[in-house]
């Protein structure tokens, strides 16, 4: 089972970009489907990206355009490009790796993203 840290989270202009990073310790992380999520309080959890090795990536209707997900799997790194943010998009964070079939199902301890002027 992989352990997950994420890291670039921070306080952004609107309009401006950040990037999430995503390290998993493990092996086989080439297995693991990788999402991102995002929470702000009082809502659930939603999901942003998800991309599988090989896969398509998902994204969600409110950052089509805007978000990238990618990974790097001889890293065991996700990443989540954000570009032209918006105050709607203030939350914490969270990097999510499930493997397919399995009950291996981890969450990261997620990244504070705040869009403000």
């Known amino acids: 089972q992989v352990q997950l840290r994420e890291s670039g989270g921070g306080l952004v202009q609107p309009g401006g970009s950040l990037r999430l990073s995503c390290a998993a310790s493990g092996s086989n992380f080439w297995l693991y489907v990788m999402d991102w999520y995002r929470q702000t309080p009082g809502k659930q959890r939603e999901l942003v990206a998800s991309l599988a090795t090989g896969g398509a990536p998902i994204y969600a209707d409110s950052v089509k355009g805007r978000f990238t997900i990618s990974r790097d799997n001889p890293e065991g790194t996700v990443y989540l490009q954000m570009n032209n943010l918006k105050p709607e998009d203030t939350a914490v964070y969270y990097c999510?790796?499930?493997?397919?079939?399995?009950?291996?199902?981890?969450w990261g301890q997620g990244t504070q993203v705040t869009v403000s002027s």
């Open positions: 999510h790796a499930r493997r397919p079939r399995s009950p291996d199902d981890t």
